[in-house]
Structure formats: C-alpha cells, structure tokens
C-alpha cells in the first residue's frame, strides 16, 4: 500500500457541505494500488453515548495521471460528523486513516476519537453554496467595441469601417450598447441565456481595461439609459447579466492617479497605489517604473486594495451597478493578484445586497484559495478548457487529456466546479477556430465535449458562425453579421448544442463522470438517476465504428461509423 498516495483534508475542496444534514466527501489515494476505500461516520456526541458508527463503502470517482479519488455523498441525522477511512489494498492490507495519520485497523483503533477527522458543526451557510441559476446558465462572452454598431452618432473620431482589418490595439469600429441590445433576439434565438460584457466604463482604450471613471458609461458605448435598456431587454428575455470590473489597476487618466502625478506624495491619493519613489515616472538610471502596475504596462498603475479608503471606492462601484440597474453577476479581472482579505470584505457586502449574485475571479491556474471561503463562486476555468483544444491539436493523448482533466474537476468542491466559468476562447486568447487551424468539425467536437462537462459554459461572440481570429488583437475581430452558408450551418449547430445542453441539464449540472479511452478516441459518460448521456469523440485518423447506438446528437455521423474529429452523444 502506498501511504504517500493517500491525502484527504477536512476544510477544503475534498469536503462539501450541499444541504443541511449533507455533505460530499472525498479521499485520494494512488493510482492503480487501492481496491476498496470505507468510510466510518457519526455524530461523535451520540457515539460516544452508544451509537453505532455507520460503514459505507465510497464510490470509485475520478482518476488523475497519479491518483484515485473516491467520493460519498453522505446523509446524516443530526449536522455533527466524526469520519475516518478503512482502506484496503489490492493485496487484501487494510489501515486505517484519519486526522493523526494511519493506524492499524483493529477495533480498539476504531473506538479512539483522536483518530476521526471532525466536522464539528455542517453550517450549510459556511458552504456559500454558489446561486442556482449558474448551473443552467451558458454565457456569450461580448466585446462590446466589436459586437454591433447600434448608434453611429456615438462613434469614435477614428471608427473604422465595420470589419475591416487588420485589427491593430488602437483600432475602433464603432460597436456600443445599442447594437447589442438591437441583437438581444438574436441571442435568444441562438439559446444563451448570460451574457458576459467586457467593461463598459469610461476608458480611452477600445478594450476598456484602463478604467477612468467607474460610475460611468463610456460615452463611445452610450449612456446609462441605454444600459438600462439593456438589462431591461435581457432580463426580459430570461437572459443574466455580468460586467466586468478592473480593481487590480486604474487606467493612467483616471482622476485619482492623475492627481498623484501632479501632487505626488501630498495627493490625498497617494496611497490608493503602490508608489516607491517620487515624482512617478522612470527610474533615470534603470529606465524601470518607481510605481506598480499591471503587466509592465506604465498605463495601468496598481491599486492598493489593502487600503480601507480604496475597499470602500471599489464595493460602492460594485453596489452602485446592482442596486441601480439589476446586474446579476460580476467577473474581476486579474483577480489572483488582488489581496485575499478584500475580496472576502467586497463578496461579502456584495451578497448582503443581492444574495443570489454570481461572483467570478479571473485566474490562468488552479486558484482554490480564490474559491470559497467567502471569496467567489467560481474562476475562469482556463486549466479544465485548455486541454481540449490540445486533445483536438493530437498534442495530448486521450488518456493523458483524461487525467488531466479529471486533475482540474478535483481541484474545487463539487458545488463551485458545478459553477465555474468554462470557456474555450476569449478575449484573451487566440479563437477556438484558429487554435484548431480552421477544423470545423474539430471545433464542433470541441464544442460538444464543452458542453458536456460540469460547470457553466461560455461561447465567445462570433464563435457560432466560425469567427476566426489569432492572438490579441486579432481575436477581437467584427462580429459578422452576414454570415455565409458554411458559417450559418455553424450556428445552427450551436442553437442545437445549447437546446441539447438545457434539455439535458439535470444530467449534465449533477451527475456523475466517467471515462473511457483507447489510443484514438475517448468516450464521456454523464449519468444521473433518470438519464445516461455517453459521449463519443473520434481522434484517429479513420472511421470508427460504434455499434447499436442511438445518436440524440452528432457530427459526422453515418450508419454505424463516426468520422475523424467527429463526435456523437447518446
């Protein structure tokens, strides 16, 4: 029995209180060397007055490259819970694990209190279990500079004509909050029902990531009534709405920085950033900022979010947009660089005014100190979503994108990977179709496979009629409004994608994952009480056949064989 393989903690993403009297538990262990974990539970007070511990044998669930996890969901009678773990190898040695390590199995061990792990009280509150309607939500991310040009009467100075290209960093085509909303039925036709705006505040920057004034509309965008129209329509199409903050940095013109360049060290702001050396500006010698910023960018000075005064600023920005027009959710940008201790004090007014709010931080990597522990519902889930394009480029091998996906959906505990923000491309990443080198039926497949995991998918705008697109800026392209033949057949197939997804949404928001692999294909199976979805992906380089199935949806599909980079669900 390998004891290093074997890991569980009590206060973290292997421990998810769901409702009251329950809670998800979960243990790891090597891969490949454990036959049978057990879980010993009680309410420690009523055993030590005699009662019985319950025995339930835990459930096989994910496999990594490295490990095996098993999971209970289990019920109890009262909200205490004492537990330890019974493991038994493939050789038959059983030991016992629990809060002070391993122990022999033996009964007198199993009477000892010191060796449970303990939940001394599930407060179902201190789950912050994330808000309902994420899980049945699927986001169209927009950039709204590049999505639709409602009111030509607020177009920039130097709008260039819609489409044209190349697109360069300072280019402007003219889209604003009309022309989304004009599209509004648009997006309810296709099926989203989130959508993700990129900011919207006052900024010189076509991207908006250089905030000036937070409580404003840029004006190149509209104004607050036609952001109140917005809201208005989407909510009135069943659609949520997210904005975009940036508290990790202000943009250079803002008045606040503006002031501490021109009264340097007796600005009333000059600790709302993070200045080492006055006047600001560069070092004459090193030619380096004296001050903190995003990047290296010298545009975007870093904000002391440590600071009470500039707490007190960024949550009444994000109360103000809640309370006056009824968003729904908030995404934080560069959120991993931003101190803990404020994000808890802002999620935590931030849900004392609208309790069902959806909060998402944005992170590259695995960010479990970010989730919970009154933080946010969810990240941006680049390092669940980035292996599928690599499983579709043949740069992972089905096994190696198995495990490693499953690395990703162990990472959180269940209730937040049911929320999490799932996108294939984004306004910061080169597009889906690009990526794939301009393999339509690779990124259908890539698609389907998306929608079948757990957590809330996102499209990035243009993605459903195949909107090309390389790295920043590239990736921001015109949304195209007369798509062709081919690009058309696109976006039928996500409308279908997502009414598949709604259709099957209590399979695919809760119930359980496996997987199968050969060197060429890999199979997903959702299954829940009443339904069983299994997923078909074909990665080889001939037809692969799959015999008596009954397709609910596929692409590339015909009697029996599934084509290269073709998938089919049933």
Not at 98 to 115: R, Y
Request: glycine share 8%.
């Amino acid at each position: 029995m390998i004891l290093a393989g074997i890991d569980h903690r009590p206060e973290s993403e292997d421990v998810a209180v769901v409702a009251d009297h329950q809670v998800i538990i979960r243990v790891k262990t090597a891969l490949d060397d454990i036959d049978k974990v057990e879980i010993r539970y009680a309410d420690m007070y009523l055993w030590q007055e005699g009662t019985p511990m319950q025995t339930t044998t835990m459930r096989q669930d994910l496999a990594t490259q490295s490990n095996q996890y098993w999971s209970l969901h289990v019920t109890v009678p009262t909200n205490r819970l004492i537990y330890g773990f019974r493991i038994t190898d493939r050789a038959g040695k059983t030991v016992g694990y629990g809060d002070d390590g391993f122990f022999d199995d033996t009964t007198d061990n199993w009477t000892v209190a010191g060796h449970y792990f303990h939940l001394p009280y599930l407060h179902v509150s201190d789950a912050e279990l994330p808000p309902a309607w994420v899980k049945q939500t699927v986001w169209y991310q927009i950039f709204p500079e590049r999505f639709a040009n409602g009111n030509p009467q607020n177009d920039p100075a130097t709008v260039a004509p819609w489409g044209s290209g190349p697109v360069n960093r300072d280019s402007f085509y003219g889209g604003d909050l009309q022309g989304i909303t004009a599209h509004l039925d648009d997006l309810q036709d296709l099926g989203v029902n989130g959508l993700y705006l990129c900011p919207i505040f006052t900024s010189p920057s076509n991207h908006k990531y250089d905030t000036v004034d937070h409580f404003e509309i840029d004006p190149h965008f509209g104004t607050k009534a036609d952001f109140k129209a917005l809201v208005d329509g989407a909510h009135a199409r069943g659609m949520r709405v997210m904005l975009d903050a940036v508290f990790n940095h202000f943009g250079a013109e803002s008045p606040q920085w503006l002031d501490v360049v021109a009264n340097g060290q007796q600005s009333r702001f000059a600790d709302w950033f993070h200045v080492h050396g006055w006047p600001v500006g560069r070092d004459s010698q090193t030619g380096r900022l004296n001050y903190e910023t995003f990047a290296t960018g010298a545009e975007m000075p870093k904000v002391n979010t440590q600071n009470p005064a500039v707490q007190d600023y960024l949550i009444s920005v994000t109360k103000y947009w809640i309370e006056q027009f009824g968003i729904d959710a908030w995404r934080f940008d560069v959120a991993d660089e931003v101190d803990h201790g404020f994000w808890r004090r802002l999620c935590g007014e931030l849900r004392a005014v609208k309790p069902d709010v959806y909060l998402l931080g944005e992170a590259w990597h695995s960010s479990q100190a970010l989730v919970g522990n009154g933080q946010f519902n969810a990240v941006m889930n680049y390092p669940l979503t980035t292996p599928i394009t690599a499983l579709f480029n043949h740069t992972l091998s089905p096994a190696t994108y198995v495990g490693k996906t499953n690395l990703q959906l162990s990472q959180y505990r269940w209730p937040n990977q049911q929320v999490m923000f799932n996108a294939l491309d984004t306004h910061d990443t080169p597009r889906l179709l690009t990526t794939l080198h301009g393999d339509l039926a690779a990124t259908r497949a890539a698609l389907a496979l998306l929608i079948m995991l757990p957590g809330s998918p996102c499209l990035y705008y243009g993605t459903e009629v195949a909107l090309a697109g390389g790295a920043d800026p590239d990736n921001r392209r015109c949304m195209d409004w007369q798509p062709d033949a081919t690009e058309a057949a696109m976006r039928d197939f996500v409308k279908t994608l997502i009414a598949f997804r709604k259709q099957h949404a209590d399979c695919l928001e809760n119930g359980t994952i496996s997987w199968q692999t050969t060197a060429t294909s890999v199979t997903l199976i959702r299954q829940s009480a009443r339904t069983t979805l299994t997923a078909h992906f074909n990665l080889g380089e001939t037809a692969l056949t799959i015999a008596d199935a009954t397709p609910k949806l596929a692409n590339g599909w015909q009697d029996g064989q599934l084509a290269p980079q073709g998938f089919m669900i049933e």
